[in-house]
């Protein structure tokens, strides 16, 4: 069936800064220093003042990007976590990686996001940290989270992933909270050419344990003072990335401009995921609920326009982590997982698209 509306283009925004990538891969070459060099140096600097943030600290991967920041905060076995029910099995991985408990929470219907009051609810004397979510790139709310943590002493690190430029009451996400972790996988509003992630913070002692643990454990060349692991930004990565952080402002103004055109109208039975006043989402993904969630996937795709769902099955009925929850548990979740369906969204996705998704909508 001939594609329409394609999910996602990766391909017209590289096609629109072809000769700016060209360049940055040239330079990389022409140094032919590829490993932690000037590159993911200047990315570095450039992104932590683009997030808020004092420092940031690039990685291999944004699930590598959650387990270091973690394991820098000192979490590890025998500690709980609090995390969403409802996310990408990422976030859940990161905690068991540190050899910590993921503790899972339902989240709000109406936002998919965790809340404050359930993370409070579930915190015990193991509890160690919590990971939010900023999901689908709208913020949760960070004000009433670092209130809990800060009550309760735990480390909070957000997982930002979809969230690049989301902001929270006017404020970006960068120095929110112990630490801020990021992913630049290709599919992101900043997406490297490959794998990447990195860390933002406020907290300069947390970055510079996160410098060490991303590099075997280096606090200098061949001098290890703790076990560290190989986890560190590419420098042709770092150099295509900066590229397009210059870029991202106004990719993310369009995917604005095309989220109000779907807001103004989509049916009724195709109920998008709620903001939560003072947020500000990044739309990285644009996702509404149906109750007949296939029935509604057919008809679109009959009209050749692509659709994906983020989740279908959330973690805690992954076989990865059979026994740990019950079917049932968290009952938000698995409605969420039953009915949420991701619409076309990108950058170059032409208004007329988002009119031909519309329509289909109206008519399934």
């Known amino acids: 069936m001939t594609v329409r509306v394609p999910f996602l283009d990766l391909s017209s925004p590289h096609a629109e800064i072809r000769a700016e990538l060209d360049a940055a891969a040239a330079r990389v070459i022409a140094r032919s220093c590829f490993v932690l060099g000037p590159e993911v140096e200047a990315f570095e600097q450039d992104y932590a003042a683009w997030t808020g943030a004092r420092a940031c600290v690039g990685v291999g991967s944004g699930l590598e990007a959650l387990r270091l920041a973690l394991a820098a905060a000192g979490v590890g076995t025998g500690d709980e976590v609090i995390v ?18 993921p503790v899972a929470v339902d989240v709000d219907p109406a936002t998919a996001n965790v809340t404050a009051e359930a993370v409070s609810a579930a915190v015990t004397s193991r509890t160690r940290a919590v990971v939010p979510v900023h999901l689908y790139g709208q913020p949760a709310d960070c004000d009433a989270l ?69 590099n075997y454990g280096q606090a200098e ?41 779907y807001l103004s109208g989509l049916p009724a039975h195709a109920a998008p995921v709620a903001q939560a006043e003072g947020a500000e989402s990044s739309w990285h993904l644009f996702v509404v609920r149906s109750g007949r969630r296939e029935a509604l996937r057919t008809a679109l ?45 990108g950058p170059h996705l032409g208004e007329r698209d988002v009119d031909l998704v519309i329509e289909g909508l109206a008519q399934s």
């Open 84 to 101: 969403p029910a409802h996310t990408f099995i990422a976030t859940w991985l990161a905690v068991s990686g540190v050899g910590a408990t």
């Open 221 to 261: 060349r061949y001098h290890h003072v703790e076990q560290g692991v190989n986890s560190r930004l590419d420098e042709l990565q770092a150099a295509f990335l900066r590229v397009k952080l210059s870029h991202v402002d106004a990719w993310n103004g369009r995917r604005r401009a095309l989220a109000a055109r």
């Open 301 to 345: 795709a009959e009209r050749g326009i692509q659709t994906l769902v983020h989740y279908p099955v959330p973690p805690h009925l992954q076989p990865a982590y059979a026994g740990l929850f019950a079917a049932g548990a968290f009952p938000v979740a698995e409605r969420l997982a039953a009915e949420v369906v991701s619409l076309p969204m």
């Open 146 to 214: 670092e209130a809990v943590a800060a009550r309760h002493g735990l480390f909070l690190l957000f997982d930002a992933a979809q969230a690049h430029g989301a902001r929270w009451r006017r404020r970006p996400l960068g120095a929110r909270g112990g630490a801020c972790a990021w992913s630049f996988y290709p599919g992101k509003n900043l997406g490297a050419l490959g794998d990447g992630g990195a860390i933002t913070t406020d907290d300069l002692a947390l970055a510079e344990r996160l410098r060490r643990l991303r």
